[in-house]
């Protein structure tokens, strides 16, 4: 706090300094109230989470369907299976009358009569009933209901634990397309721990009042935040992007060091009404993009050193997975 600096605590000094001189909110907390916070810090550690269902809408309003690419895919194998239909019934109604004709020409130019299997062979019309039943179709079907069937157990195997697309309702209809797109606040300003910390943070209400202390008090939704500054209480929002507590993930590193830009794994925040978790977050998807992502050594003379010794033996530019992004201890320890 401002007090314990003006102090002159050797370490709070050096703290202040440390990052840039950003003034931490002073709260004026009796012993009681922190160890109740304390308290309630390790019961809800404790307490067994809790599934928030809610509607899952676009930033367009629209509802967002997790499975339209599984639809796309079934509706193109339907189409498939039908062109498919249509050829065997095609091909198998030349075969027939190709064996007709075949067998009336050799008749004729032997210059005889057809016996009774052969008027029966040249008389008898297409049988639906046969057609289905032939070997070529039953096999036909088969493989294809084999292959939905399994392929359906994988795509069901694949969406275990992935919120792609999750859109929670929020506490305050607060919108990103309007600070960021419209007004085009930076990222940073209010999830101050990006470039400094593990995580992005989640801003306090006092960052909120920085500005809504004067702008559109009068509406029902910043009232809301008046309210909670109030009453001194935070704004349960309800988390958006949540990894595994096996994955570790430093948004420092990416966004301070690597230099990734937020839309990178947020998507286009700037037009997102209501935020939605755009990328599958999935182990796959960051290896993807460790193999990708090129290491920039721009302004650092260890990542310089590295990159020159990468292309003196390699045409190929140097990404995160050379510097040994692939480990399984770079995520999992």
Known sequence: SQKVIKSGDEYAVNLYNEYNKTLMTSFDFSDEELNAILTYIKD????????VVADVSDASGQAVDSSINSNNF??????????????IFILFRFTNLSKKYVLLQDNQLKGKLLDDDDKEIVDSGFNIKEFIKSNRVVGIASFLFIGIFVKSCIDGLYTVGIQQNYQPTQPIAFSHKVHAGQYEIDCNYCHTGVNISKSANIPSVNICMNCHNAINTDKPEIQKILTAYEE?????????????????????QHV??????????????????????????????????????EVSSKGNDYYKKLVELHNSSSKKPMTVEDIGGLECSKCHY
């Open 44 to 51: 809800e550690s404790t307490k067994e989470v809790q599934v």
């Open 74 to 87: 079934y509706l193109s194998l339907g189409l498939n299976l039908f062109l498919l239909l249509v050829i």
């Open 232 to 252: 001194n209480r935070p704004i349960e929002w309800v988390r958006v992007h949540n990894l595994p507590d096996l994955a570790y993930f430093n948004h420092k």
């Open 256 to 293: 301070a060091v690597g230099g990734l830009d937020c839309a990178t794994c947020h998507g286009p925040i700037e037009e997102m009404d209501v935020v939605y978790q755009y990328s599958e977050l999935t182990m796959g998807w960051c290896i993807n993009c460790h193999r990708e992502t």
